[in-house]
């Protein structure tokens, strides 16, 4: 059975950082793209990140270039989402995703259940 937990969400004042993690198991880790994507309240899932399988590619939305990194660590399984200057539309939950595409992110197979992240004074 595929299982991602996130963790690391949390509240966090506008300009500052957070490092979110996702734990895969029940799948071979390392022959799968990654991707991470958020919804805010009333709004649909927007991706944010994704990585290939080997962690050499990655792709960001314009909204987010600059400010995350995504990358991962295939030998323990876990992804990761490095977020600075983190700003009030980062408000959202995080989900971390398994695809089958690296150029469509948005297709997504199994996501977890989320980590909410709070950007506000």
């Known amino acids: 059975e595929v299982q991602l937990v996130e963790s690391g969400g949390g509240l966090v004042q506008p300009g500052g950082s957070l490092r979110l993690s996702c734990a895969a198991s029940?799948?071979?880790?390392?022959?799968?793209?990654m991707t991470w994507v958020r919804q805010a309240p009333g709004k649909g899932l927007e991706w944010v990140s994704v990585?290939?399988?080997?962690?050499?590619?990655?792709r960001y939305p314009d909204s987010v270039k600059g400010r995350f990194t995504i990358s991962r660590d295939n030998a323990n399984n876990t992804l990761y989402l490095q977020m600075n200057s983190l700003k009030p539309e980062d408000t959202a939950v995080y989900y971390c995703?398994?695809?089958?595409?690296?150029?469509?992110?948005?297709?997504?197979?199994?996501r977890g259940q989320g980590t909410q992240v709070t950007v506000s004074s």
């Open positions: 995703a398994k695809i089958n595409n690296y150029m469509r992110p948005t297709e997504i197979a199994t």
């Open positions: 029940g799948f071979n880790f390392n022959k799968y793209p």
């Open positions: 990585i290939s399988n080997g962690g050499v590619a990655t």
